[in-house]
């Protein structure tokens, strides 16, 4: 299998990554008003995302070669399914994140979205707990959506 994947010039996300975002990155996200407990979860998703997707290494500005800054464009929530009596029972949080980036081989800024689908009981409002998880996974999916447009941009450079 190795010899196949190697033969026919295959190579992992990871290589055009990093073409455009070098591997010492310092994250920087500004705190959303209307939920300030979101940054700390985007930052965690960020964080995440750099360390495992990518294989980068998160930095301190000072020793940093990319420079990443998100903040959020909206955060909504609307439901898209309803029981027989007419209340909502699924819902679908969209998360727009604005994600500026600069590094020694490009810079930009890229608006990327994310959603998440959760199911909640008839007649029952969002938790916060259940709200927090639908902005975490949304806002991870709007990451790993800037991380393949990174890739794209790399197989260019």
């Known amino acids: 299998?190795?010899?196949?994947?190697?033969?026919?010039?295959?190579?992992?996300?990871?290589?055009?990554?990093?073409?455009?975002?070098?591997?010492?990155?310092?994250?920087?996200?500004?705190?959303?008003?209307?939920?300030?407990?979101?940054?700390?979860?985007?930052?965690?998703?960020?964080?995440?995302?750099?360390?495992?997707?990518?294989?980068?290494?998160?930095?301190?500005?000072?020793?940093?070669?990319t420079i990443l800054r998100v903040k959020f464009n909206r955060v909504s929530f609307r439901p898209i399914q309803y029981d027989v009596n007419g209340y909502a029972i699924y819902y679908r949080a969209n998360v727009s994140l604005k994600i500026s980036y600069r590094s020694p081989t490009a810079h930009g800024t890229e608006v990327v979205n994310g959603f998440y689908d959760f199911p909640i009981e008839p007649q029952a409002i969002i938790s916060?707990?259940?709200?927090?998880?639908?902005?975490?996974?949304?806002?991870?999916?709007?990451?790993?959506?800037?991380?393949?447009?990174?890739?794209q941009r790399g197989v260019k450079l």
């Open 128 to 151: 916060d707990s259940l709200r927090f998880q639908a902005i975490k996974q949304g806002a991870g999916k709007a990451l790993d959506a800037f991380i393949s447009r990174m890739a």
């Open 1 to 65: 299998m190795f010899i196949t994947l190697a033969g026919c010039g295959y190579k992992p996300t990871t290589v055009y990554t990093k073409r455009v975002l070098s591997d010492r990155i310092y994250t920087d996200v500004e705190v959303y008003l209307r939920d300030p407990e979101n940054a700390v979860l985007v930052k965690d998703a960020l964080n995440e995302a750099i360390v495992s997707r990518f294989g980068a290494k998160i930095a301190d500005k000072k020793s940093a070669t």
